[in-house]
């Protein structure tokens, strides 16, 4: 564990700003992209009226 | 079957980014920016992975004429798509403290953004016509025209060697990354790559519902 404390992870040496905020982003669009098919495919079950 | 691929994409996650922020060390030179490697390598990778397969995709559906073929290629587009944007977005946050600047027109740079609106020309194209047969053919023409854009990509840093930096991996020379740095990122990139199994299988069975309602009912 290198980081002193929390406080230090979230600082990031400084780049806090630029790491996450790429890593934000990619887990948005991620974790977006995958509850949007989950729950398409989820509602097209129901429709055909088979089991979830 | 997606299930097991989404699990893993999961759990190689996780223990990629436990190695990528708790072990892989602080680099000398550029501090902890360099941790944004851990996903903007895997998003590079991936986005032109995925094109090279959608375009495999297509070009076996204009030849064979078969629909899954089309179909699967309309599956795996929106993820290409992201993970192209993704590349370009971590790279440019990337970019901004370790080059000075959000965007530069060099020549990975500059390919990338060309692959992304070739991912884009792809969905807007196949999304525009109406005969979804048609839609797959013309679709297939564009994204077997624009897969010469990918070894561009890949070679760009070499050919010209602009700002981008050159590769660090490759299969013939040994590493030139710190090995707990290369093990973080390749566990990100096999994690991405069964996220995009993942969500290919399941946007392909929403696609093939829309399309085959009969064969849809024993899905």
Not at chain 1, 24 to 39: D, F, N, P, Q, R
Not at chain 2, 36 to 54: D, E, K, N, R
Not at chain 2, 150 to 173: D, E, M, R
Request: some cysteine; proline content about 3%; glycine content about 8%.
């Amino acid at each position: 564990m290198q980081w002193g404390s929390w406080s230090e992870f979230w600082a990031m040496g400084g780049y806090g700003f630029y790491v996450w905020g790429s890593f934000a982003v990619t887990l948005l669009c991620m974790a977006g992209e995958m509850v949007s098919l989950i729950s398409t495919e989820r509602a097209a079950r129901k429709h055909d009226g088979e089991k979830v | 079957m997606m299930p097991w691929f989404l699990a893993s994409s999961l759990l190689l996650s996780i223990v990629g980014l436990y190695v990528a922020f708790f072990v892989a060390p602080t680099d000398f030179q550029q501090g902890e920016s360099y941790r944004i490697i851990f996903i903007h390598v895997p998003a590079a990778w991936m986005s032109m992975f995925i094109y090279l397969v959608m375009a495999g995709w297509a070009g076996a559906g204009l030849v064979f004429n078969t629909r899954l073929s089309g179909m699967m290629a309309r599956a795996l587009a929106p993820t290409g798509a992201m993970f192209t944007f993704l590349a370009l977005w971590t790279g440019a946050l990337w970019g901004k403290p370790t080059w000075g600047t959000w965007w530069v027109w060099d020549a990975r740079l500059t390919s990338e953004l060309i692959l992304l609106f070739l991912y884009i020309g792809f969905l807007s194209l196949t999304a525009a016509i109406e005969d979804e047969r048609r839609a797959d053919r013309a679709g297939a023409v564009l994204a077997l025209v624009g897969v010469v854009n990918i070894p561009i990509i890949y070679f760009s840093v070499v050919w010209w060697n602009t700002l981008h930096q050159g590769a660090s991996v490759s299969l013939k020379s040994a590493p030139k990354m710190a090995t707990t740095m290369l093990i973080g990122m390749l566990l990100m990139a096999l994690a991405f790559w069964m996220y995009s199994i993942a969500a290919a299988l399941l946007r392909v069975r929403s696609i093939i519902r829309e399309r085959e309602p009969r064969a849809a009912a024993e899905v």
